[in-house]
């Protein structure tokens, strides 16, 4: 079935850092791609998207390139905050009920 | 515009009760999800409902049941609470049904503990 599997947290790093957090996934058809940050206590939040092939999504310094060929989605930030401290879930959606699928997200801690 | 609101915020129940979830979705969403996050875990998808009909279902018994109102808000109903149903609940609102590439909005979510 569809799925998608994030590198394993946490990943710490210290302020002003470059982040990667890998995302691959398995999903019938053609995706779009999603990236959701989480704060502690908090819903989940659009952080931003791709919906096709070589798209580039971003937001506040994060990017993201959709690839088809190797059905990745890595989230990356040049520059990382103290604020960035969050768990970040990637999800496509698609499949048969069009559903956003996630993983069990990575949480990023940043230290000053 | 509004976002997603969720009632109530928090919820303790006692194993085998009954309870309800309520959702507003963003204004000009016809489209709601739910998901259920357990601590430490990704969000789990429940179902969808889209313009007031059940269009996906997650894998989750039949004691989860829902509705979407014409005004597209929705409730999530669990009956005969188990312990394991403890987590928190999320509310997803989108616009377009199947295949519209646009993300969700989340709301804040209801976080229920049972007893």
């Known amino acids: 079935g569809d799925s998608v599997t994030q590198m394993e947290g946490p990943v710490t790093l210290s302020e002003e850092a470059f982040l990667t957090i890998n995302c691959t996934y398995t999903?019938?058809?053609?995706?779009?791609l999603f990236w959701y940050v989480q704060y502690p206590g908090e819903g989940l939040q659009l952080l931003l998207k791709?919906?096709?092939?070589?798209d580039k999504g971003s937001n506040k310094g994060f990017e993201a390139t959709y690839r088809k060929e190797t059905t990745s989605f890595h989230l990356e930030k040049g520059s990382v905050q103290v604020s960035d401290s969050a768990v970040y879930f990637c999800?496509?959606?698609?499949?048969?009920?069009?559903?956003?699928?996630f993983g069990t997200g990575t949480l990023l801690a940043v230290q000053p | 515009e509004t976002g997603v609101t969720q009632s109530p915020t928090h919820l303790i129940k006692t194993r085998g009760q009954q309870v309800t979830l309520r959702c507003s979705s963003q204004s000009g969403h016809n489209t709601v999800s739910w998901y259920q996050q357990a601590l430490g875990q990704g969000p789990q998808f429940i179902f969808q409902?889209?313009?007031?009909?059940?269009?996906g279902r997650g894998n989750f018994p039949p004691r989860f049941s829902g509705l979407q109102f014409p005004n597209y808000s929705s409730e999530l109903n669990v009956n005969a609470l188990e312990l394991d149903d403890s987590a928190l609940y999320l509310c997803?609102?989108?616009?377009?049904?199947?295949?519209?590439?646009?993300?969700?909005?989340f709301g804040s979510g209801t976080r229920l503990t049972v007893v």
């Open positions: 999800a496509p959606r698609g499949g048969a009920t069009n559903k956003l699928i």
């Open positions: 791709a919906t096709k092939a070589d």
């Open positions: 999903a019938t058809g053609y995706p779009s």
């Open positions: 409902y889209y313009r007031e009909e059940e269009n």
């Open positions: 997803a609102s989108s616009l377009g049904g199947d295949r519209s590439p646009y993300g969700y909005t």
